[in-house]
């Protein structure tokens, strides 16, 4: 791969040949985190965004923001590359099931399916809160962040996005990288949903194969959103996720 952020289009492409996306977000009480992890997705080079009608509202204000983005009120028959599943909290069953993909990323109440999940390659996005819940102890020390994030990934079997500070990102074989662009400017409701989207779409989008080049896209993710971050915090202070999404598209490749 080159060093970009989003991979460019052949002459040849499509809207499908260059990722499927499926957003599985938002609740009447976080609603706007489904337009925020659509949003995200929107930015990630992915051609085709579905979203999953659950609720109402969140339909509602995800297609007024997006009308490319396409609801669907069933997963039976959707094929896409990448799902993203969990931010705002939608409703799903402890059961919940999703066709065969390549890639899921799974953020918030969705983490806890992360056995459950039918993908080849799943990507979990935990803030330190999240991961204390799950029996990981997390501190602001970056050694004792490192070291979570690798246990979360061996024994869940899923790339880590331990999210804060210094994110790190760490793989089910060992493997870390430690995100140093990212600034207290991205400390803000809703960054981690645009997160999850542009890292789902990224991956649909690249495609990647083999465990270090799936590291490398979602590290990649994790860098394009920490400079969006900086860029707007050079225009706007203090940013919203809403500007992240703005800023997103003005990151230099």
């Not at 938002?26 to 009608?53: D, M, Q, T």
């Not at 994030?149 to 899923?158: C, I, T």
Request: proline share 4%; hydrophobic share 45%.
């Amino acid at each position: 791969m080159s060093h970009q952020f989003i991979k460019e289009l052949k002459a040849s492409d499509n809207k499908y040949s260059h990722g499927t996306v499926c957003v599985v977000a938002g609740s009447k009480a976080y609603s706007g985190a489904a337009v925020l992890a659509v949003g995200g997705a929107r930015r990630g080079g992915s051609g085709y965004i579905n979203y999953l009608h659950l609720e109402k509202l969140p339909t509602f204000l995800v297609l007024r923001a997006y009308p490319d983005v396409v609801a669907r009120k069933t997963i039976a028959n959707i094929h896409v590359d990448a799902w993203v599943i969990g931010p705002g909290s939608p409703k799903l069953t402890r059961n919940f099931q999703i066709p065969q993909a390549a890639y899921a990323v799974l953020d918030a109440s969705a983490i806890s399916l992360t056995s459950e999940i039918n993908a080849q390659w799943k990507v979990i996005t935990p803030h330190a809160g999240e991961a204390k819940r799950l029996g990981y102890a997390v501190e602001e020390d970056q050694s004792d962040r490192r070291v979570a994030a690798l246990a979360m990934a061996k024994e869940l079997g899923a790339v880590v996005v331990l999210k804060g500070a210094h994110t790190v990102i760490a793989t089910p074989s060992g493997n870390s990288l430690v995100d140093h662009e990212g600034g207290p400017e991205l400390a803000t409701a809703g960054s981690g949903d645009v997160l999850a989207g542009l890292i789902g779409s990224m991956l649909a989008s690249w495609k990647p194969q083999r465990e270090e080049a799936v590291l490398d896209v979602v590290a990649r993710a994790v860098t394009m959103h920490s400079r969006a971050g900086q860029k707007a915090a050079k225009k706007i202070n203090p940013i919203t996720a809403t500007d992240l999404l703005e800023f997103l598209g003005k990151v230099d490749r």
